[in-house]
């Protein structure tokens, strides 16, 4: 179907959500004021934005999405909707008919027949953790490599993201981005993964952290810069967005803490290993990301994950004065 308005729509999926509000704050050329703004036209990227909240718009009801994009036709249709806590999602473990599959799978695939019928292009957010990282496949892993396809080496969570990437498979007008342990300084300090961890030790609160677990770090700003390109050029494929290296969390913690608050040696470590004796599926232990061939396409910089500390913690500082 051809659009029958003239102004040219992006319809966000799951916009009050961890990032989802964060690119409503970028789209409109704001930090962190009107956040709640729902219905603008951005002049950055030059179209007019609808982002519904869940009350107005449930992804997992057909009949919403088919009237809103009656009334809409959008032209590119991004989703942040997902159920992205890991702890909550294992006690669903197994359940197709819980929560957290319903939003992670099925409704990606009703936002995604949708699109396919209007011819709007849809950019799906999807995650690290829809690799094993396990010590027979491990990471970083690059943008070919195809989500685990067995379900004992995953998390719930995990699986629902990766069964949520299967389902865009005969969708030719599609871009997946992966992400993976997400910081800006304009997050809540409790859901931002560097954020968090400054927020616990300040209230004495940080608990062990593993030294021998290998991940890559996403910032924000780079996220939507890659989405910003997406956007204009209606790229297909599966895009990362990652730091160029890997970190431990224990090394992370270390670095942030000791450049910001000037204290060392007042992180505690943990082997991961040690975790798995009770919760085996839970976390990956060599993940994270390689974006090598994203940065090359888009034209996107990579960032040491130290570097992305430092710019966490300048804008941290800025943001005091």
Same mark, same amino acid.
């Given at each position: 179907? @051809?659009?029958?308005?003239?102004?040219?729509?992006?319809?966000?999926?799951?916009?009050?959500?961890?990032?989802?509000?964060? *690119?409503?704050?970028?789209?409109?050329?704001?930090?962190?004021?009107? %956040?709640?703004?729902?219905?603008?036209?951005?002049? @950055?990227?030059?179209?007019?934005?609808?982002?519904?909240?869940?009350? %107005?718009?449930? &992804?997992?009801?057909?009949? %919403?999405l088919s009237n809103i994009f009656?009334?809409? *036709?959008?032209?590119?249709?991004?989703?942040?909707?997902?159920?992205? $806590?890991?702890?909550?999602?294992?006690? #669903?473990?197994?359940?197709?008919?819980?929560?957290?599959?319903?939003?992670?799978?099925?409704?990606?695939?009703?936002?995604?027949?949708?699109?396919?019928?209007?011819?709007?292009?849809?950019?799906?957010?999807?995650?690290?953790?829809?690799?094993?990282?396990? %010590?027979?496949?491990?990471?970083?892993?690059?943008?070919?490599?195809?989500?685990? &396809?067995?379900?004992?080496?995953?998390?719930?969570?995990?699986?629902?993201?990766?069964?949520?990437?299967?389902?865009?498979e005969d969708n030719k007008k599609?871009?997946?981005?992966?992400?993976?342990?997400?910081?800006?300084?304009?997050? $809540?300090?409790?859901?931002?993964?560097?954020?968090?961890?400054?927020?616990?030790? $300040? =209230?004495?609160?940080?608990?062990?952290?593993?030294?021998?677990?290998?991940?890559?770090? !996403?910032?924000?700003?780079?996220?939507?810069?890659?989405?910003? !390109?997406?956007?204009?050029?209606?790229?297909?494929?599966?895009?990362?967005?990652?730091?160029?290296?890997?970190?431990?969390?224990?090394?992370?913690?270390?670095?942030?803490?000791?450049?910001?608050?000037?204290?060392?040696?007042?992180? =505690?470590?943990?082997?991961?290993?040690?975790? *798995?004796?009770?919760?085996?599926?839970?976390?990956? #232990?060599?993940?994270?990301?390689?974006?090598?061939?994203?940065?090359?396409?888009? =034209?996107?910089?990579?960032?040491?994950?130290? =570097?992305?500390?430092?710019?966490?913690?300048?804008?941290?500082s800025s943001s005091l004065h």
């Amino acid at each position: 179907m @051809k659009s029958k308005s003239k102004v040219k729509n992006i319809l966000i999926l799951g916009g009050s959500g961890f990032i989802g509000s964060n *690119f409503l704050r970028f789209a409109h050329g704001l930090e962190q004021d009107n %956040q709640n703004k729902r219905d603008f036209l951005s002049k @950055k990227l030059q179209y007019r934005i609808i982002a519904p909240s869940h009350e %107005q718009l449930d &992804i997992l009801n057909v009949n %919403q999405l088919s009237n809103i994009f009656k009334d809409l *036709f959008p032209e590119i249709v991004i989703n942040f909707a997902a159920h992205r $806590d890991a702890n909550s999602a294992e006690l #669903q473990r197994g359940n197709v008919d819980g929560s957290v599959w319903k939003t992670n799978v099925k409704g990606v695939g009703n936002i995604s027949k949708i699109c396919q019928e209007y011819g709007s292009f849809f950019i799906h957010i999807s995650t690290d953790m829809v690799f094993s990282g396990s %010590q027979n496949n491990p990471g970083p892993y690059d943008e070919k490599t195809k989500p685990e &396809i067995k379900l004992e080496n995953l998390s719930w969570y995990g699986w629902t993201k990766a069964e949520g990437e299967r389902v865009l498979e005969d969708n030719k007008k599609t871009a997946i981005i992966r992400v993976g342990n997400v910081t800006n300084i304009l997050y $809540d300090p409790k859901l931002d993964y560097v954020g968090k961890i400054l927020y616990l030790f $300040d =209230r004495n609160k940080l608990y062990s952290l593993f030294s021998d677990q290998y991940l890559t770090l !996403t910032y924000v700003p780079s996220m939507f810069e890659v989405m910003e !390109t997406l956007i204009r050029k209606k790229i297909n494929g599966v895009f990362h967005v990652a730091s160029r290296n890997v970190f431990s969390p224990y090394e992370l913690a270390k670095y942030l803490i000791e450049k910001i608050r000037g204290k060392t040696d007042v992180v =505690r470590k943990m082997s991961i290993n040690d975790y *798995f004796k009770f919760s085996p599926h839970r976390y990956p #232990q060599y993940g994270g990301l390689l974006a090598k061939e994203t940065a090359k396409q888009l =034209r996107v910089e990579l960032l040491d994950w130290e =570097r992305i500390v430092d710019l966490y913690i300048a804008k941290m500082s800025s943001s005091l004065h």
